[in-house]
């Protein structure tokens, strides 16, 4: 039997706004892709931004995982 813990109101909207941060990052990086397809002559600053916003994600997800 899994027994689950008890959550406040307070942390389970924080976890609700990281997961949406989390969908937020991931969202503006494909869109800065899909923008440097389309500007090569700023692709590599929008590819770096990119990889920051993707590695952020990351970030939260493991956190959020602990």
Known sequence: ??????????LTELLRRVQDTQVFLRMAALELRRIAEQAPDISLELKH?????EAEAADL??????
């Open 61 to 66: 997800a493991r956190r959020d995982a602990e």
């Open 1 to 10: 039997m899994i027994e689950r813990l008890p959550t406040s109101p307070m």
């Open 49 to 53: 931004v990119v990889q920051q916003l």
